[in-house]
């Protein structure tokens, strides 16, 4: 099986890291392109995979291709690659706002078998979290071929189509919320006192905890929160500060926002 990927950016950097520790795939299996040489002479450095000569060639040779660039660039890229793509290969798309019918159109083909995907960054330390719709034409056992090389940098899981714009507001973009958090819990302990680094460990620590009680241990997230406010601590003080700045109304707004122009991309 060959993997093709168009983009060798971060994202792309990350799945394929992702393929090769898991051993998912071999570096000869795997076949890209980037317009950007340092792109492409970065990733064959670094991870030994194949550079095809341009986007035709590596979407030629692939049984799976990974269309990995912004949404700003899929048009051209469609463009390039539309006639070079075979009828039974597997596209798969990380493109926010682009939609299965959008893919159907831009490639003029109907037959295709295209799957839609949102991973999110922490895939480049293997805790991505991706969303998968699958089209009309992809068999149930090609859908579990792909979501296994999604997992093997995180948690993959199978949502309608129509929840796509919601994942890129609840998993696609949220890092960029929880990087917020911790910096700026970070900065409050720089001016009590605590040195940055140190700062940023302690708040970033917390997070990565607390996540994974969530996960692990199957409890609301109010409980959990309830389970740290003690009677009378310090706890409850803080929570009432944050409820009075709105801050659970502000990530709804933050997250809508989001979701909003994910949809009218």
């Not at 795939?25 to 792109?39: M, R, S, T």
């Not at 682009?98 to 083909?109: E, H, M, N, Q």
């Not at 899981?157 to 973009?173: K, N, Q, T």
């Not at 969530?214 to 003690?230: I, N, R």
């Amino acid at each position: 099986m060959k993997i093709g990927f168009i983009g060798l950016g971060n994202m792309a950097t990350a799945m394929i890291g992702g393929m090769l520790q898991k051993g998912m795939a071999q570096p000869e299996d795997i076949v890209g392109f980037d317009k950007l040489d340092a792109a492409r002479q970065k990733i064959k450095s670094n991870l030994h995979i194949r550079i095809a000569e341009s986007n035709e060639k590596a979407a030629g040779e692939a049984d799976i291709l990974f269309l990995a660039v912004k949404p700003i660039f899929i048009d051209e890229v469609i463009a390039e690659i539309r006639d070079a793509v075979r009828p039974e290969t597997l596209i798969v798309s990380i493109a926010a706002g682009r939609t299965l019918d959008y893919f159907y159109s831009a490639f003029g083909k109907e037959e295709f078998k295209i799957i839609r995907c949102m991973p999110n960054t922490p895939a480049l330390v293997l805790e991505g979290c991706t969303g998968v719709s699958a089209g009309k034409n992809v068999t149930e056992s090609e859908l579990e071929q792909v979501l296994a090389l999604l997992r093997s940098f995180g948690v993959a899981s199978v949502v309608p189509e129509r929840l796509m714009d919601v994942v890129v507001g609840v998993s696609g973009s949220s890092p960029a919320y929880v990087f917020l958090f911790i910096e700026a819990m970070a900065d409050e302990a720089v001016a009590a006192g605590m040195p940055r680094a140190q700062a940023y460990q302690f708040a970033a620590q917390a997070v990565l905890g607390s996540a994974k009680m969530v996960l692990e241990t199957g409890k609301h997230p109010g409980e959990l929160k309830d389970m740290v406010c003690s009677p009378g601590g310090t706890t409850i003080d803080a929570v009432k500060v944050l409820e009075e700045k709105g801050f659970r109304a502000a990530v709804m707004d933050a997250m809508e926002a989001c979701i909003e122009k994910s949809k009218n991309m």
